[in-house]
């Protein structure tokens, strides 16, 4: 078993920047691709960005991509997501995820492909 806990939400304006962290416990998440997923109010969890047990591959939805950044510490296993330029239609709640030991694939987009989830963190982008 894998336990995520995020962090770091909030309220932000328009522009603004937060960084949220993700603390795995239990299983080591060294072998594991790591993702953010986010659900905003009435609306399916879309996928965010993900990043390979190395951090050397990356991935991004085109709605984040050039905004948000991913990063992850595998000896405090953790995993961030850091958010610059946020907009209003960034606000949701955002989960951090993880995918079964072994597999590779950082384009893994939908929330089947991963085994293990948090609770998520509210973030509201807001003026």
């Known amino acids: 078993q894998v336990q995520l806990v995020e962090s770091g939400g909030g309220m932000v304006q328009p522009g603004g920047s937060l960084r949220l962290s993700c603390a795995a416990s239990?299983?080591?998440?060294?072998?594991?691709?790591l993702s953010w997923f986010r659900q905003a109010p009435g609306k399916e969890r879309e996928f965010v960005a993900a990043?390979?047990?190395?951090?050397?591959?990356?991935y991004y939805a085109d709605s984040v991509k050039g905004r948000f950044t991913i990063s992850r510490d595998n000896a405090k296993n953790m995993v961030f997501l850091q958010m610059n330029s946020l907009k209003p239609e960034d606000t949701a709640v955002y989960y951090c995820?993880?995918?079964?030991?072994?597999?590779?694939?950082?384009?893994?987009?939908?929330?089947?492909?991963?085994?293990?989830w948090g609770q998520g963190t509210q973030v509201t982008v807001s003026s």
């Open positions: 995820a993880a995918r079964a030991e072994g597999l590779t694939a950082v384009v893994a987009t939908t929330r089947t492909q991963y085994t293990y």
């Open positions: 239990g299983r080591t998440i060294s072998r594991r691709v």
């Open positions: 990043i390979s047990w190395g951090a050397d591959n990356t």
